[in-house]
């Protein structure tokens, strides 16, 4: 019987065990293994887990869009500045960085408070049609990030209207 220790690999098939059987311990421990590793890390479907909230780590939501002419890529990045993104692109694949920063300082009376909380995040975005890399427009306002990738000439030119017969 093949095992899996990869919590997000595992087999579908159930296993039922029958009132004289007994549980060998090595499956036993795969079990546990596998229970802690989904109170961990969860279940990779790309929710925010135990691990992430931990480690504070933090993805921009983005919205994609593709029309006959142009790729438009919306970023939501609150709370962070122009001055901390980073936007590339190489190869048909466009990337985002960022470092979002925040710093907390509250005295009261004898009392002293201070929290700091850095994170940094990349997405990277490939493409699904050539683009025009010289006329490539991004814009930055109220943590809004707005990035337009006109296609190249080629590119709109081959597209083709099939029909659908029924």
């Known amino acids: 019987m093949a095992m899996s ?3 997000w690999k595992k087999n579908n098939r ?21 229970q802690m590793f989904n109170s961990v890390l969860g279940d ?10 931990a480690t504070d780590i933090w993805m921009p939501s983005v919205d994609i869009k593709e029309t006959g002419k142009e790729v438009r890529i919306t970023a939501e990045l609150p709370g962070m500045e122009q001055k901390d993104l980073e936007v590339s692109f190489v190869d048909g694949t466009l990337t985002i960085k960022g470092e979002k920063r925040s710093e907390q300082e509250e005295e009261k009376s004898d009392v002293y408070h201070s929290e700091c909380h850095y994170g940094m995040f990349e997405r990277t975005i490939p493409l699904p ?6 006329n490539v427009k991004a814009s930055f306002k109220n943590g809004v990030l707005r990035i337009a990738l006109p296609k190249t000439k080629d590119a709109q030119s081959n597209r083709r209207v099939i029909s659908v017969e029924s």
């Open 44 to 53: 990779w479907s790309g929710r925010m887990n135990l691990f992430d909230r």
């Open 5 to 7: 220790l990869i919590p």
């Open 14 to 34: 159930s296993l039922a065990l029958r009132p004289q059987q007994t549980v060998d311990p090595f499956t036993q421990l795969r079990q546990e293994i596998d």
């Open 129 to 134: 049609a050539e683009i025009d890399v010289d």
